[in-house]
């Protein structure tokens, strides 16, 4: 009997996820959050990777002028 429920438990999952996967897929208003959200990571990531730069260099900077610190 408790395999019959996990059956009809996999089927009801399924035919929901079907219906939701196709009404996401299909709805204007989802397509456009998705769009806007990727648009949205992907230019954090670019300014992450530009802050990332600019503080390998201001490190740098620093260093150098630690070095130069001691040797004076």
Same mark, same amino acid.
């Given at each position: 009997?408790?395999?019959?429920?996990?059956?009809?438990?996999r089927?009801?999952?399924?035919v929901?996820?079907?219906?939701?996967?196709?009404?996401?897929?299909?709805?204007?208003?989802?397509?456009?959050?998705?769009?806007?959200? $990727? +648009?949205?990571? !992907?230019?954090?990531s *670019?300014k992450?990777?530009?802050?990332?730069?600019?503080?390998?260099?201001?490190?740098?900077?620093? $260093? +150098?002028?630690? !070095?130069?610190?001691? *040797?004076?």
């Open positions: 009997m408790a395999g019959g429920a996990n059956f009809v438990q089927v009801l999952s399924y929901v996820n079907e219906v939701v996967v196709n009404g996401l897929a299909n709805s204007p208003a989802f397509q456009r959050f998705a769009v806007r959200t $990727s +648009k949205r990571i !992907e230019d954090i *670019n992450a990777v530009q802050k990332r730069q600019e503080l390998a260099e201001q490190i740098k900077d620093i $260093s +150098k002028n630690m !070095e130069s610190f001691k *040797n004076q």
